[in-house]
């Protein structure tokens, strides 16, 4: 069974930083592609960005651009999303994604979720 | 963008319920479905506009291509009560959800 674990989220205030993880556990986590995806408090899904299945080839939605970086730990079956330059309107449960295989068309499993809370 | 209708609607146990999303411009079956219960992390339902994920009722279906598509829930359960979400994708992202529909009793 897929297990993804996020950790690290918590209270910040604007414009820090905040690293949260993701551990995965029940897959080969090297052969799949990975998501982070947001959900502002009584809203609905957001995708914030993606990574190949090697690392590579990241890609980030318009709102985190240039200050959210995703990279990935094959060798600890880790997913990392690092955040700069916080806002209020980054408050979110951030939710780590598995998608079907190396493309990133669908999410097949996620984790429980960690809220990050961004105020001062 | 993807716009899906109703925001929310009210039904009973065994009712047919019809979900729909509709999208800006043509996307032909690059549509996936997703449910999401209170406090819980979204759940895969339905992929491709019409596959089935693994371990899905079958009650649930999807249908549609193009720019219009619809999840049908024939006999709805307690457990279904729950917001949908439907999401598009291409051959690489951003992936694109939309605003959701809220099953209440």
């Known amino acids: 069974e897929v297990q993804l674990v996020e950790s690290g989220g918590g209270l910040v205030q604007p414009g820090g930083s905040l690293r949260v993880s993701c551990a995965a556990s029940?897959?080969?986590?090297?052969?799949?592609?990975m998501s982070w995806v947001r959900q502002a408090p009584g809203k609905g899904l957001e995708w914030v960005c993606s990574?190949?299945?090697?690392?590579?080839?990241?890609y980030y939605g318009d709102s985190v651009k240039g200050r959210f970086i995703i990279s990935r730990d094959n060798s600890r079956s880790t997913l990392f999303l690092q955040m700069d330059r916080l806002r209020a309107e980054d408050t979110a449960i951030y939710y780590c994604?598995?998608?079907?295989?190396?493309?990133?068309?669908?999410?097949?499993?996620w984790g429980q979720g960690t809220l990050v809370l961004v105020s001062s | 963008q993807l716009t899906q209708s109703p925001s929310s609607l009210s039904a009973s146990v065994g009712d047919r319920v019809s979900l729909t999303c509709q999208a800006s411009?043509?996307?032909?079956?690059?549509l996936n479905w997703y449910q999401q219960k209170p406090g819980k992390a979204p759940k895969l339902l339905i992929f491709?506009?019409?596959h089935l994920a693994p371990g899905v009722p079958s009650r649930f279906s999807g249908s549609g291509s193009g720019t219009h598509f619809t999840l049908t829930i024939d006999g709805l359960q307690p457990d279904d009560f729950a917001t949908y979400f439907c999401?598009?994708?291409?051959?690489?992202?951003?992936?694109?959800f939309g605003g959701g529909t809220k099953v209440e009793v």
């Open positions: 994604a598995q998608h079907s295989g190396t493309d990133m068309i669908r999410l097949s499993s």
């Open positions: 029940g897959i080969d986590f090297g052969n799949y592609a």
């Open positions: 990574v190949g299945h090697g690392g590579d080839n990241p």
């Open positions: 411009q043509y996307i032909t079956n690059f």
């Open positions: 491709d506009a019409s």
């Open positions: 999401q598009h994708y291409d051959y690489v992202p951003p992936l694109t």
